[in-house]
């Protein structure tokens, strides 16, 4: 389940190498079943911690999740995503929304439990990405756009800017500089200009 994690927690870094959004991980956890304490309903869900908990307002079919319904995860008692979604044997499936308590909004499609197909990720503070997810995290053709227009246009893989892209971002004298090539895991460098996006410049081997 998510802590206040992607679906994770934003922090800008502003450098001559970069200006970026960095996501911290959270702790070992492993994907699997929490059970509503009340109904003793079921549903399945990515990274289960201990003292994670669900509490699911809707019908429940073989000790199952099954249908629309209302969900909300909870950390020691302490909610962290509360969401609406189509159930099918206990996974999320088909369009769904949720928003953690820090105001991660997410809408998009689940297939048997996970973010599958476009999606529309804000974060409530900075940042706003409309693209694909496969697996549960950002991989295909999308969008990222931080709150003051900088803006990465391209490819993701695992969550990060990989592939051809492009980003367009302010410099110190109030211009657009565009930086578009080949990006590795959020980094870009032609050897001549670097930046980082959704990493540090330290992530990418700039400082």
């Known amino acids: 389940m998510f802590r206040l994690r992607l679906e994770f927690l934003p922090v800008f870094f502003f450098s001559a190498a970069a200006a970026v959004h960095f996501f911290a991980p959270c702790g070992q956890a492993q994907d699997g079943w929490l059970e509503d304490e009340r109904t003793g309903c079921r549903i399945w869900t990515r990274n289960v911690e201990p003292d994670d908990s669900v509490i699911w307002n809707g019908d429940c079919k073989g000790g199952l999740a099954e249908g629309r319904g209302t969900y909300e995860f909870r950390y020691k008692g302490a909610t962290t995503w509360k969401g609406e979604a189509e159930f099918k044997a206990g996974k999320r499936e088909g ?23 476009r999606v529309i990720e804000t974060d409530g503070k900075a940042g706003r990405y409309v693209g694909t997810y496969r697996n549960g995290e950002r991989n295909g053709l999308g969008r990222y756009t931080y709150a003051n ?59």
Not at 180 to 205: E, F, H, M, S
């Open 95 to 117: 369009r769904g929304l949720s928003e953690s308590a820090d105001g991660v909004k997410i809408e998009g499609e689940y297939q048997d439990g996970v973010l599958n197909g």
């Open 149 to 207: 227009g900088d803006r990465y246009d391209g490819m993701f893989a695992s969550g990060l800017p990989n592939g051809r892209g492009t980003f367009s971002g302010h410099n110190d004298a109030g211009g657009v500089e565009n930086y578009d090539g080949v990006w590795r895991n959020g980094c870009y460098n032609d050897g001549k200009r670097q930046i980082a996006v959704l990493v540090t410049p330290k992530d990418c081997g700039f400082e």
